[in-house]
């Protein structure tokens, strides 16, 4: 009996010494890239930069590239051809198991989009001075917000990430925000941390 | 847990921001006014036989809100003519007041075309064409008096359109409202005896 309880003892040191051991071993890693593997699907591209400012806080920020693909990651149909170019997005995330671990996050986002709607009518001046509407291409800037939901996952001694994430985007000029809402932010993503 | 309800508050908030977004995915039309532009010399009493005429007169490039140079409605629109209704109304003695009438074509002397049907707020559509100079769109409307009473001639919520609204169509389309500023509805009364 009393061997068993040394055995038992002994064991628990061990662990306690493992878990001493991995925290010393894992370096506190407070940058991170990553890009959406999914994106290329649409002829798009992406890539974040993340900072860990607390304990379970980030703030980041990512840019993306939208080819004609990049469309069909809008849920709604729109009478216009409405083709968002590329975009900005200032981020902030809460690591709710940590921002050093594997942990599920939630993630709220701006957006700032070059947008380019074809089909929209648009006023020039001819040449004898007299304005005339046509049907062109009409390029401007929105605003928008967007919000995420994911689990991350770290690999190789936490350097690298996995995440699958639904994050989902929709701009201040559209009316009924959750039928015009674009998944941007939603996929898999590999990224490295440093 | 309070930061919990804090981000599902901000995420909640933002389904409704779109709420507060001005509709930027109807139709577009261009709505430019015009004001008494409808050339009636009234001569106040009339026989049965007469025949009323009145002419709408507007020219080919206006104005338009916000911008400084005029706006070529031809080139715009390409549209040689626009189409429009106006009203006719009666006095009743039983009602104390005007009514609307409807005109057997045949006492109207007008120029109708068949691609402007529809809706408005009066009984007769017609069109006014884009005379031989090209500088202005014109209508002349003539109603022969079959009966006698007291008439009026109804100017007001009069819109002039070029052609029907479809939604597959990639025209652009030009709602034009008349007001009557410097005329009063009594300038369009008239009586017409035996």
């Known amino acids: 009996m009393r061997n068993n309880v040394l055995s038992l003892l002994l064991i628990f040191i061990s662990c306690s010494n493992i878990n001493g051991q991995e925290k010393e071993k894992f370096s506190q890693f407070k940058n991170h890239i990553s890009t959406n593997l999914l994106l290329p699907v649409f002829e798009s591209f992406d890539i974040s930069y993340e900072r860990t400012i607390a304990n379970k806080w980030a703030i980041g920020l990512a840019g993306a590239l939208y080819g004609n693909r990049g469309e069909e990651l809008n849920t709604s149909y729109d009478n216009y051809d409405y083709h968002t170019k590329f975009e900005l997005m200032p981020f902030a995330r809460i690591y709710f198991q940590g921002a050093q671990n594997k942990s599920h996050f939630i993630e709220i986002f701006g957006s700032l989009s070059k947008v380019e709607e074809r089909g929209r009518i648009i006023r020039s001046t001819n040449e004898f001075g007299y304005g005339v509407y046509n049907i062109g291409v009409k390029d401007y800037t929105v605003g928008g917000l967007g919000t995420g939901y994911g689990y991350r996952f770290l690999f190789l001694e936490r350097k690298l990430v996995v995440e699958a994430q639904i994050g989902l985007r929709t701009n201040f000029n559209i009316d009924f925000i959750l039928l015009n809402v674009a998944a941007v932010r939603t996929g898999i993503k590999v990224g490295y941390r440093f | ?194």
């Open chain 2, 1 to 194: 847990m309070n930061i919990m309800y804090k981000l599902i508050l901000v995420v909640i908030c933002f389904t409704f921001i779109g709420c507060f977004s001005y509709d930027d995915n109807g139709f577009e039309d261009i709505r430019l006014t015009i004001e008494d532009s409808f050339i009636f010399e009234n001569t106040r009493d009339y026989k049965v036989g007469d025949t009323v005429i009145f002419e709408l007169k507007f020219s080919r490039y206006m104005e338009e809100e916000g911008y400084i140079n005029l706006l070529d409605l031809y080139e715009t629109t390409n549209e040689k003519q626009f189409g429009y209704s106006f009203g006719v109304s009666k006095y009743s003695d039983f009602s104390k007041r005007f009514e609307s009438l409807t005109i057997d074509p045949q006492f109207l002397i007008a120029q109708q075309s068949d691609s402007f049907n529809y809706y408005s707020y009066h009984n007769h559509n017609t069109i006014a064409i884009l005379n031989e100079a090209q500088d202005a769109y014109i209508s002349k409307v003539g109603i022969i008096m079959v009966e006698n009473g007291r008439f009026k001639l109804d100017f007001e919520n009069v819109y002039l359109v070029n052609g029907n609204r479809s939604f597959i169509d990639d025209k652009i389309h030009i709602s034009i409202k008349h007001s009557l500023i410097n005329h009063t509805a009594s300038d369009f009364e008239f009586n017409v005896i035996e």
